[in-house]
C-alpha cells in the first residue's frame, strides 16, 4: 500500500538532498597538468619492451600478445636469431626475436590481456598516462619507442649472451655474472648449465 503524502512531499525533497548538499560547497579541481597526482602501483599506462640486464630484448616474437588483444592494437613480426661466430645477430637469448613490434594506441584499450599472455615478461605496463597527440600517425609506436632504456652495464643488441651461453639461464632467471663479450669464444659462467 502506498503513501500519498510521503510520495509527493518527502520523495522530492529526498530526491534533491544530494543537490542541497553539495549546492554550497566550494568545488574541487584538479590542477592537472601543473600538479599531477601519482597514479596507484598497479595502474595499466603505457607498455614497455623490457631487456635482459646485458641489454638482449625479452621479446621472442611469439606474437601470442598479439592473439590475446582485444582490440586488434598490437602487430609483431618475429624473425630468427643469427648465431654468428661474433653474435652480430643475437637480439635475444633465444632462437627469435621481435623484427617488428607496433601498438596502436588509437585501437588499445589498456586492459593488461597482452602482458599476461606474454611468457617472458617482455611487455609490461609502466604507469605514464600521457598518451594524447594530435597527429594519428604518431600515435603507432614502433619498436624503439617502446623498448626499455639502456641502465649502466648493457650493452646495445645484436651481441652474444653475456649472461650465460644457455639460454635456459635467461628464462630461469638465474642470477649470473656478467662477463665481458669476447670474440668467438664462450662467455658463460662455469656454473650455468643447471638441465631440466
Known sequence: MSNPVKETLWDPIAGFGVTFRTMFRKPV???YPFTK????????????????????????????????????AIYVEGASNIDDADGSGRFSPGER?????????????????CIEACPTRALTMTNEYELANDNRADLIWEKDDLLAPLLPGMVEPPHEMMISD????YYRGKQLPIV???SGASTGSTDAGDDE
Not at 52 to 66: M, N, Q, S, V
Not at 97 to 104: A, D, F, K, L, T
Open 29 to 31: 579541481t584538479e590542477q
Open 97 to 113: 626475436y621481435g623484427r617488428v613490434y607496433q601498438i596502436n594506441y588509437l585501437r588499445c584499450i589498456l586492459c593488461g590481456l
Open 166 to 169: 644457455d639460454h635456459h639461464d
Open 180 to 182: 665481458g663479450v669476447s
Open 37 to 72: 597526482v601519482p597514479t596507484a602501483p598497479r595502474f595499466h599506462g603505457r607498455h614497455q619492451l623490457n631487456r635482459w640486464p646485458d641489454g638482449l630484448e625479452k621479446c621472442i616474437g611469439c606474437e601470442l600478445c598479439a592473439w590475446a588483444c582485444p582490440a586488434d
